[in-house]
C-alpha cells in the first residue's frame, strides 16, 4: 500500500489506538514510514488530511459493506445475515468506532460525517428489515436495537467479541 492509501489506513488505525487527538503528522509519518513531503503531496495540511480520513472511514466501514450486500445474490434475510457477517469479521472497527464518535463531540466536521454515517447504517438495517417483512414502526425500533447493540458493544470493556456479538444480534432477529 502506497502513497494516500497508506496515509489514510495508518490514520484509521492511530485513531482506533490513540484517538483523534493522536492524529499528527509525526505519529502519520512513524506509521507509514513515508516522508513528511509525501503527507504534504497528497494532503494541502493536517484539515484536508482529516476530511480525507472521515471520508476513507465512511468508505471502508460503510459504503463497502453496503455495495458487497447489494451485489449479493440472496434473499433480504441473507442480506441483513451477510451485514451482520460483514460489520463483526473482526473487533477493529469497534475501536475506530469510539474514536470517531469521540473526535464528532468536538469537531463538526466529523460530527457532520459520524451523523451521515448513522443515517445510512439505520437507513439500510430499516429497509432490510422491511424487506424481510417486518412491519414500518417493527423495522425502526428493530434497526434502532440492533445498530445501539452493535454500538455499545464497543464501548465494554472487556470488549464484546464479535462471535458473541453476532449471537445476540441473531437473538434481536429471532
Aim: proline residues 6%; charged residues 20%.
Amino acid at each position: 500500500m502506497a502513497g494516500k492509501a497508506s496515509w489514510l489506513a495508518s490514520g484509521l488505525v492511530i485513531l482506533g489506538t490513540a484517538g483523534p487527538t493522536g492524529l499528527t503528522i509525526d505519529k502519520l509519518v512513524a506509521a507509514t514510514g513515508l516522508s513528511t513531503g509525501s503527507f504534504y503531496h497528497h494532503f494541502p495540511g493536517m484539515p484536508s488530511y482529516k476530511s480525507a480520513l472521515l471520508a476513507y472511514f465512511e468508505e471502508m466501514h460503510t459504503t463497502r459493506y453496503l455495495r458487497e450486500i447489494a451485489a449479493a445474490d440472496l434473499d433480504p434475510r441473507g442480506r441483513l445475515d451477510l451485514l451482520i457477517d460483514l460489520v463483526l469479521e473482526d473487533d477493529e472497527p469497534a475501536a475506530i468506532e469510539v474514536a470517531v464518535r469521540a473526535w464528532a463531540l468536538d469537531d463538526p466536521i466529523a460530527a457532520a460525517a459520524k451523523e451521515r454515517v448513522d443515517g445510512t447504517r439505520l437507513g439500510v438495517l430499516r429497509t432490510l428489515l422491511a424487506d424481510c417483512g417486518y412491519a414500518e414502526a417493527d423495522a425502526e425500533q428493530t434497526a434502532q436495537i440492533l445498530y445501539l447493540l452493535v454500538l455499545g458493544a464497543g464501548n465494554m470493556l472487556p470488549p464484546v467479541p464479535p462471535e458473541q456479538l453476532r449471537v445476540l444480534c441473531r437473538r434481536v432477529l429471532s
